[in-house]
């Protein structure tokens, strides 16, 4: 598709890490939890700033537990979403002063996102920051998957991960519904027809 | 002339027997207490734990160890090289000055120096390391913890290049992994 990042794509400026990075106000020592791939790049960015990285792939787990087939019909088993919400996001309230969720909560059907969304605001410090980005709406049946890597503050490679259906999609109202008891919501629109949404708790 | 050729063509030599400790105590030759010892384990091969091998309990190393089993329990060795292999099964705390992971470990891992988490491997607990280096694909629950190095050659742990080794998983060399998908 026209205007969609290609597996040799070179960084490009992201708005919505720069606020998020920017939102950590210089501090060391922060716990910062991210839910995307497990890279080289990331863990070495945000340790070398002097934070605690954890790390928790949702996207492997989601594969682990339901399989690689069409989410809304793989996630609809409850004894495996059982199995699912008892091994994620098992953390103590307000453990983390930032989140990087990356594009995973539209691979969450509706009953597993709620809870998933309800332990993200309760492990969140208050005002603690939250990345997330959702694709454009778009009237695709399968949308490109992407794999996340910081490579500074203020830019990032997106390497294509070939294409997938979602769980759902979200319009803007949709997003600011699903972060309704948060803070505040922002959006920045990027030109691979990704929406960052930076949450503050 | 045929025949006698026969002969010695299946002549079985005897294979020549190391002298026994009682022959050698006959001959007055001093000999170690010790074992005999094979030169080839001793010229840097580590001790392994083979991937039938099954050990519960606490683990002490004062050489590198390679486990290809399954251990249960603690593995310490804080001078010395600890890997697991692609069989290899830890559900053990660990502490290594370097560890290289091609298998599973579940538990908390403590290096002096360096770990590297290979394609395929899984590593489930907390990390506390001085440098850390990950191969695309590999699978990781837990939290990493990057402490600065005690000795004079550690590098600075701010700087994002200095807490990887020159390794398959720098950004060029991590482009060439993805391309191999």
Same mark, same amino acid.
């Given at each position: ?25 210089? /501090? ?14 990331? %863990? ?19 594969? /682990? ?47 597993? !996102?709620? %809870? ?51 769980? /759902? ?19 920045? !629109? ?6 960052? %949404?930076?949450?503050?708790? | ?76 060795? @804080? ?31 403590? &290096? ?20 850390? &280096? ?26 994002? @290049? ?20």
């Amino acid at each position: 598709m026209a205007g969609l990042p290609q597996p040799a794509d070179p960084l490009r400026h992201s708005h919505g890490l720069e606020q998020f990075f920017a939102s950590l106000g210089g /501090q060391e020592g922060l716990r910062v939890l991210d839910l995307g791939e497990f890279t080289q790049a990331n %863990v070495i960015f945000i340790t070398s700033l002097g934070h605690r990285l954890y790390s928790e792939d949702l996207q492997q787990a989601l594969e /682990q537990t339901f399989g690689a087939g069409e989410p809304a019909v793989a996630q609809s088993d409850p004894q495996r979403v059982q199995q699912f919400l008892g091994q994620v996001l098992q953390f103590p309230r307000e453990h983390f002063d930032a989140v990087l969720v990356w594009d995973t909560l539209e691979r969450l059907s509706r009953p597993i !996102l709620e %809870v998933v969304m309800e332990r993200l605001f309760l492990i969140l410090r208050p005002k603690a920051p939250l990345l997330a980005c959702f694709h454009a709406e778009s009237r695709e049946d399968t949308l490109p998957a992407y794999g996340f890597r910081i490579a500074d503050g203020k830019s990032l490679q997106i390497h294509s991960k070939g294409r997938q259906k979602l769980a /759902q999609s979200f319009n803007n109202r949709g997003i600011e519904k699903l972060f309704d008891r948060f803070h505040s919501v922002k959006f920045f !629109l990027t030109r691979d027809h990704l929406r960052e %949404v930076i949450v503050r708790r | 002339m045929w025949n006698r050729r026969k002969e010695e063509e299946f002549t079985i030599k005897p294979t020549p027997q190391p002298p026994t400790s009682a022959s050698l105590a006959r001959e007055g030759i001093p000999m170690s207490t010790l074992p005999a010892r094979n030169p080839e384990f001793e010229s840097g091969r580590s001790a392994s734990i083979g991937k039938s091998v099954i050990l519960k309990g606490q683990l002490f190393s004062r050489e590198d160890l390679y486990i290809d089993g399954e251990v249960e329990g603690l593995v310490e060795m @804080q001078e010395h090289l600890l890997t697991v292999g692609p069989n290899g099964k830890l559900a053990a705390g660990v502490k290594a000055r370097d560890i290289v992971v091609l298998g599973t470990i579940h538990g908390n891992v403590e &290096v002096g120096d360096k770990i590297e988490i290979k394609k395929d491997a899984k590593l489930v607990g907390d990390i506390k390391t001085v440098r850390i &280096v990950i191969e695309d694909g590999a699978y990781f629950k837990g939290s990493i913890d990057i402490t600065r190095a005690e000795t004079s050659k550690a590098q600075p742990t701010r700087a994002p @290049q200095s807490a990887a080794s020159p390794s398959p998983a720098t950004p060029a060399a991590s482009a060439a992994a993805e391309s191999k998908r």
